[in-house]
């Protein structure tokens, strides 16, 4: 089992519309969660990060973190052409010597004008 | 703030030669990652830093590749030899110590074709 699984995709959505992004992981210990997006041939660059259970807003995105369920998600409202990318979820590991992201292998999000 | 600087961006070379992927990490950060991304793979955490030493490179992937990190605005990672199966886009990332909620910034990566 890998330890941070999302679904390839592509999850394709019309504009305006509410894209749901998932990720599971399988560390317990995983304390803090974050999700990158990343453009074609572009780098990773944050969006959100969330360690508590709960949503968490900022803009049009929403990250959820559901612990017990070992689930976090992102949610776009009002999608736009521009947020056409693939996003990446990332748990942190930290502890001790250790401060490493696992990243999911990523979503890719197709918003349809 | 001047993000994470890698050099070159792009590098075309021939199997066998020597690689070396260049970093600098953003002033203040304590922990530097290298990262490779493939299609097949994803992107793999090779080896990180913290204060300029090494912390983990079990992502390291054989012999042929090292990391170095002489001081805390330095680092290199180096291929030798090369073989085809290295392509892939190289990223340099940092982060600065902390509590939960510190993000790692990446650079632009290097795109390294092996030929």
């Known amino acids: 089992q890998k330890e941070v699984e999302q679904n390839s995709g592509p999850l394709s959505v019309p504009e305006g519309a509410i894209a749901s992004l998932n990720c599971t992981y399988s560390d317990r210990g995983s304390q803090s969660f974050f999700w990158y997006r990343q453009y074609s041939g572009k780098s990773p660059e944050l969006i959100m990060f969330i360690y508590s259970n709960g949503d968490k807003e900022d803009g049009r995105f929403t990250a959820q973190l559901n612990k017990a369920s070992q689930y976090v998600s992102l949610l776009i409202r009002d999608s736009q052409p521009s947020d056409s990318a693939t996003y990446l979820c990332a748990v942190k590991v930290y502890g001790g010597a250790t401060n490493k992201l696992i990243f999911g292998t990523g979503t890719l999000l197709a918003v349809q004008p | 703030d001047a993000g994470v600087i890698q050099s070159p961006r792009h590098e075309v070379t021939e199997m066998g030669q020597e690689v070396t992927l260049r970093c600098k990490p953003i002033?203040?950060?304590?922990?530097l990652f290298w990262y490779r991304q493939t299609m097949m793979r994803g992107l793999e955490l090779l080896i990180y830093f913290n204060n300029n030493v090494p912390i983990d490179d079990s992502g390291m992937p054989e012999d042929r590749f090292s990391a170095k990190m002489p001081n805390a605005s330095f680092s290199t990672l180096k291929i030798q030899p090369s073989e085809p199966r290295d392509s892939a886009v190289y990223f340099c990332?940092?982060?600065?110590?902390?509590?939960?909620?510190?993000?790692?910034?990446f650079g632009d990566g290097t795109r390294l074709s092996i030929l």
């Open positions: 002033s203040g950060h304590d922990y």
């Open positions: 990332a940092s982060s600065r110590t902390g509590v939960l909620n510190q993000p790692q910034h």
